[in-house]
């Protein structure tokens, strides 16, 4: 059997791969190992559970409860709320560890269970060994007034609304901006239109009405065609596209076009420069953020510092190099200055306080990076550890990069859980970036063929 933790915590189909059982049993272990590691001994331990609106995670949340109290765990029930916002409560309240049961962008009959340490911030992978090491054994269960009791703290919330709006400043005030929300059916549906409108702005939401079911269908950061239309329909200054658990953030100009990760990432990075809230004028970002948002950062004086892609990459690289600023390009926009992990509505609102102060449209703000058409080829069956050592490839690798020059780029990327190797080009047009990547992708197929 394969590590049970992934990257973002325990995922899998509910019911199918992620059962009542083993939200149980994990959450048993995780007691264990995070109660002790926390204050247990001098009283008895706390954990703050959320969860995003997925039918799924009704019984997952109950098995998780379960869990905990059994093991002597005091447990806080925040309900629906977004990851960030778990992850803040976690450290407001002083919590041993929290919990958040979400998918985030994935569908619906998926969902997952994360664990936060002390602080809200993400496990270490020794914590995540211990807590799946730990699973199944045998333990001693408490009785009478040592087991965990249960209550509800859902006003908990407002105080991560208030913390929200008060990272932008009371002054600065968002009157005037009218934005489209699309809130994913997800975790934010109250949050995200609450925190914009407490700051002045007039706020339409769309996909706000989670039933349980709909959460990311057709909607949210990974579906932006009904923003799009909103935005346009509505004449809005601008939309904001969330994700299930809201650690994302994507945007929409006036005009329907989009806004990326990396230029989201490219606003901000210019916008704490300027203002003296860059640390080390250094931002963070992943080797798959485009060469246009690199080169933008270096003409800004700013050092983009690039990481493997995956959140906790960019995470690892922020605490080693006390960084303010890091993300990626999906919109997974880390402020570390007011979050410990990506925080979508507090991205939006750093993103409209900024069209506020500086008198420009979303556009006008993006334009400060030119995004280099990007061409990305999956390259399946294939025989990826070799990827770095082929002779034949290298050599095609190196031609490619020589034919681009400065104008652009190759990464190939061996996928970490499937047998494909990832080929991305970028080039000054998008027919070259094209013709490059299919030509890299069919030295992929024979050079590394199984």
């Avoid at 706000?208 to 239309?229: K, Q, V």
Wanted: glycine letters at 12%.
């Amino acid at each position: 059997m394969g590590r049970l933790f992934g990257t973002d915590g325990v995922r899998g189909r509910a019911n199918e791969a992620l059962t009542a059982e083993l939200a149980l049993d994990l959450s048993v272990a995780a007691a264990h190992v995070l109660g002790e590691t926390g204050a247990f001994g001098a009283r008895p331990a706390i954990a703050v559970v959320g969860r995003d609106p997925r039918a799924s995670g009704e019984f997952l949340e109950a098995a998780v409860v379960a869990g905990l109290a059994s093991a002597g765990i005091n447990v806080v029930r925040l309900g629906v709320l977004p990851t960030p916002g778990v992850a803040y409560l976690t450290g407001s309240t002083q919590a041993d560890f929290g919990v958040m049961l979400s998918a985030s962008h994935n569908p619906m009959p998926d969902n997952g269970i994360k664990f936060m340490a002390r602080g809200g911030v993400k496990l270490d992978d020794s914590l995540e060994d211990a807590i799946e090491a730990r699973m199944g054994q045998p333990w001693q269960r408490p009785t009478g007034a040592g087991v965990g009791r249960v209550h509800d703290e859902p006003a908990l919330v407002e105080d991560y609304v208030s913390h929200l709006i008060a990272s932008v400043g009371h002054p600065v005030s968002l009157e005037g901006l009218k934005v489209v929300v699309d809130c994913a059916n997800g975790a934010a549906f109250q949050t995200g239109p609450t925190a914009f409108r407490a700051q002045g702005a007039e706020v339409i939401a769309i996909h706000a009405s989670p039933d349980g079911i709909n959460i990311n269908d057709n909607c949210g950061s990974t579906h932006m065609g009904d923003l799009r239309e909103a935005v346009v329909a509505h004449g809005a200054d601008l939309g904001i596209a969330l994700d299930g658990d809201a650690d994302r953030c994507l945007a929409v100009d006036a005009t329907g076009e989009i806004v990326d990760g990396d230029q989201i990432l490219a606003i901000l990075a210019l916008a704490m420069k300027a203002d003296g809230q860059l640390r080390g004028d250094t931002v963070v970002a992943t080797v798959m953020s485009n060469l246009g948002f690199v080169n933008a950062m270096h003409a800004a004086g700013i050092t983009p510092e690039l990481t493997k892609v995956g959140d906790r990459y960019v995470l690892e690289a922020m605490k080693s190099g006390n960084f303010s600023l890091g993300g990626e390009q999906s919109g997974h926009v880390v402020m570390s200055d007011y979050a410990t992990t990506g925080d979508g509505v507090l991205t939006g609102l750093h993103l409209m306080s900024r069209m506020a102060t500086s008198g420009q449209s979303m556009a006008e703000l993006a334009s400060a990076m030119t995004r280099l058409p990007q061409v990305l080829i999956n390259v399946n069956g294939v025989d990826k550890s070799r990827a770095a050592t082929d002779a034949a490839l290298s050599s095609a690798v190196a031609e490619a990069t020589r034919e681009l020059g400065s104008s652009g780029r190759v990464l190939l990327r061996p996928s970490g859980t499937e047998s494909l190797v990832r080929v991305m080009v970028e080039a000054g047009t998008a027919d070259h970036a094209q013709r490059v990547a299919e030509r890299l992708a069919a030295v992929v197929r024979t050079s590394l063929s199984l």
